[in-house]
Nanobody, 126 residues
Framework: EGQLVESGGGSVQSGGSLRLSCAAS????????MAWFRQAPGKEREGVAS???????IYSDSVKGRFTISQDNAKNTLYLQMNSLKPEDTAMYYC????????????????????WGQGTQVTVSS
């Protein structure tokens, strides 16, 4: 169906900031969830943050207060502003999406999402 392309990853020192972007194309959902996931080597994929068509957000406890998910519907772009980065934030970050029913919430559960980007690497050094 649609395509998701992430960008903005890189290397930063602990305490620094990065902003990830995810350009979406080919989606025409009136009700949807978009989210950021991450996976570090040897670890399970972890949901980071999600947002729905009404701007309702969900964050994992590990990033709450440091990361902010947002979207620019005019540009069909999802963002993840990451502040106060820690070495444990080092991972490949993926953008994901799925079409939902209006009553659903955007839980941070990977199997719910059926469109994925290729990922962008974030490395935080101490």
């Amino acid at each position: 169906e649609g395509q998701l392309v992430e960008s903005g990853g890189g290397s930063v020192q602990s305490g620094g900031s990065l902003r990830l972007s995810c350009a979406a194309s080919g989606f025409s959902y009136s009700s949807y969830c978009m989210a950021w996931f991450r996976q570090a080597p040897g670890k399970e994929r972890e949901g980071v943050a999600s947002v729905d068509e009404n701007g309702r957000t969900i964050y994992s406890d590990s990033v709450k207060g440091r990361f902010t998910i947002s979207q620019d519907n005019a540009k069909n772009t999802l963002y993840l502003q990451m502040n106060s980065l820690k070495p444990e934030d080092t991972a490949m970050y993926y953008c994901a999406a799925f079409r939902k029913s209006w009553w659903n919430s955007c839980r941070l559960s990977g199997p719910l999402y059926n469109s994925w980007g290729q990922g962008t690497q974030v490395t935080v050094s101490s």
